[in-house]
């Protein structure tokens, strides 16, 4: 079209100046008239050719933007077909906190003076609150404290059977072995001798020589001291001179009276090494009262005393590395009590008092403070709230959804920061529970694979992802890139290898994750298919 009409006004243009120019053969245009017009003629055509240029400039440029134009619009957004693994979730609201256990409670009378606030953790060795000054320790186990732990098997009230006054008494904790003083009265000592009878009467050797059991043991515990060098005595049931001489010799070692008497009162039977565990009365009082509590009898054993020395032994308390958790409270336990004691703050005496220690299976964490400071308590009195689990994550599940989740299936957490954290289902509740609404839920507990995650959570808003149902190694591509047809079905808009696009009809199947499982077509992994 430019080149047409430039052709055209040449053609004007020369027609207009071509006549004069030959009259002339040297070119001069004599009448200035003539020359005015051819001048104002030449001007017009450069006008006229300027305004073609433009033109020209204006339809080249046009036809640019509207090939470009084109171009953009040729090349669609497109995602590939790929392999891959489709899992469809369900998301429900859970909250993730402390699942509450028995309070723990004390076992003493007295006034609460000290306690762990509510959200600590209290682990092995530490205390959970104080009594009247005194701490209450934790230590693992899984049987309850129920008892004083001490070196015998009985518990055993002694009272004193002389007159006069108490002059010295044991300390809490002493252990008594045979030949020991118990304590003294008016001065004179009260002696530890082992025997299963206890003294009635008083032994020493009468015309008719005295017999019995009583008899019996005492000689036998004073051959045992060492009384007899020389062993004239015949270990019997009958008090004879040998007897009385051997009587003589312990008295005159003891610092008692020496008149081959045994006195009621004298000696104290006892079955076997024994351990004050509380003492009743008081230098200066009378001596014909209850003076002392002991254990006594065989070695204490049993499940409670293994899980102590396990728990001392734990925490570095093992006699200088004799004690065995054996589960009978030696001298090696009794060792490793005191060392215990000692570096707790608790009374040094050997012996753990019933509601010292509070036995848990492991360390609690405290959800609520239920007797606070200056509160007086009692025995089986609440003083704290805890949890002995990690933090568990609560789900009321929906009856609907009750087939959908069992034990040991892993879980997707999403906690209050968006963090995803993996989790086990640890239990999943076997009876309803109503909700207001008229509906009914199972209790569902999940513990997080990493419980540090949930460290500084309580009571916290989370979100469960559940798997409930899945597909592996489809062939998919985005929901997006489907194109309903008019006769039903689907399509996709292929792109091949030169940018062409055509539709190829597509059957689909399993829906998630925004993509969709193409069941049949001739789609291959790797083609490209044009998305919105």
């Given amino acids: 079209m430019t080149d047409q009409l430039t052709h055209k006004d040449d053609v004007v243009v020369g027609a207009d100046v071509a006549g004069p120019m030959d009259s002339h ?43 470009s134009d084109a171009a953009t619009a040729a090349v669609p957004n497109t995602a590939e077909v790929v392999v891959a693994d489709l899992v469809e979730q369900e998301t429900f609201e859970a909250t993730l906190g402390s699942v509450e256990d028995e309070p723990i409670q004390t076992q003493q009378a007295g006034t609460v003076t000290d306690v762990a606030d509510a959200g600590t953790t209290v682990e092995q060795g530490q205390v959970l609150f104080f009594i009247d000054g005194e701490p209450v320790v934790l230590l693992e186990g899984d049987l309850p404290a129920y008892r004083d732990i001490a070196v015998g098997e009985d518990t055993l009230s002694l009272s004193g059977r002389t007159s006069g006054t108490l002059t010295s008494v044991p300390e809490v904790g002493a252990v008594l072995n045979q030949g020991d003083v118990l304590y003294t009265v008016d001065g004179e000592p009260v002696i530890v001798l082992y025997g299963d009878e206890p003294a009635y009467r008083t032994l020493y050797d009468a015309g008719t020589n005295l017999t019995g059991t009583d008899v019996f043991q ?8 060492g009384y007899d060098p ?27 009276e020496v008149d081959g008497f045994v006195d009621l009162g004298e000696v104290v039977f006892l079955s076997g090494q024994s351990q004050v565990l509380e003492v009743l009365a008081s230098p200066g009082d009378q001596a014909t009262g209850a003076i002392l509590t002991v254990s006594t009898g065989e070695p204490a054993a049993g499940f409670d005393v293994a899980q102590l020395e396990s728990a001392l032994l734990a925490l570095g308390f093992d006699a200088g590395g004799a004690l065995v958790a054996d589960g009978i409270y030696s001298a090696e336990t009794h060792d490793a009590v005191v060392e215990f004691q000692a570096a707790i703050g608790i009374e040094v005496d050997g012996v753990i008092h019933l509601g010292e220690v509070v036995f848990q299976p492991g360390a609690v964490r405290v959800t609520d403070v239920l007797a606070s400071e200056a509160t007086g308590v009692n025995p089986g009195s609440s003083i704290l709230g805890v949890s002995t689990s990690e933090k568990v994550v609560r789900l009321d599940l929906p009856a609907a959804n009750q087939g959908l989740i069992a034990a040991g299936d892993a879980v997707v957490v999403e906690l209050p920061d968006f963090t995803e954290a993996s989790a086990t289902v640890v239990s999943v509740a076997q009876t309803a529970t109503r909700t207001q609404e008229g509906g009914a839920t199972f209790e569902v507990l999940i513990d997080l694979d990493d419980p540090s995650l949930a460290a500084q959570l309580d009571e916290a808003p989370v979100h469960v992802f559940v798997r409930s149902d899945s597909v592996e190694n489809v062939l998919a591509i985005p929901v997006t890139s489907l194109v309903a047809l008019l006769e039903g079905g689907y399509a996709v808009e292929f792109v091949d290898e030169s940018g062409f696009t055509s539709l190829i009809p597509v059957e689909v199947g399993f829906f998630a994750d925004g993509l969709v499982e193409v069941t049949s077509g001739s789609l291959q992994p790797g083609d490209l298919v044009v998305v919105p």
């Fill in 25 to 67: 053969p040297n070119g001069v245009e004599s009448d200035p008239s003539r020359f005015s017009l051819h001048r104002r003629r030449w001007a017009l055509v450069g006008v006229v050719l300027g305004a073609i240029g433009v033109l020209a400039a204006l339809i080249v440029l046009s036809d640019d933007d509207a090939a």
């Fill in 218 to 225: 005492l000689e036998q515990a004073l051959v045992a001291l």
């Fill in 230 to 256: 020389d062993g004239t005595v015949s270990v019997d049931d009958e008090f004879t001179n040998s007897t009385e001489l051997m009587v003589e010799r312990w008295q005159e070692d003891v610092g008692a």
